[in-house]
């Protein structure tokens, strides 16, 4: 069975008290979606000024996860394929 994934972009956050509150709904509707389709995890990368949003929903540190980025071909190199 593969793990179902999803990939978001990004929530702007801001001062108003609405617009708070529109944030939270957003981010709570992605997470209901991610938990009624099964997702292993949600994951973010998250600006200093996002945590304390994120933080409301139920987020914490994930000091356990890694990622590894290939690193690019060389400009003008043809790919090898293996």
Known sequence: MEDACG???RVQTGDEGGLRVAEHRLV????NY??????VR???SP???????????G???????MLRTPPQAP???A???T
């Open 7 to 9: 990939d978001g972009r």
């Open 59 to 65: 987020f914490g540190p994930a000091d356990a996860l």
């Open 34 to 39: 991610a938990d009624e389709n099964d997702f």
């Open 42 to 44: 949600v994951v973010l």
């Open 28 to 31: 709570s509707a992605a997470l």
């Open 75 to 77: 400009t003008g190199s």
């Open 47 to 57: 600006t200093e000024r996002s945590i304390p949003l994120y933080q409301r929903d």
């Open 79 to 81: 790919s090898r394929s």
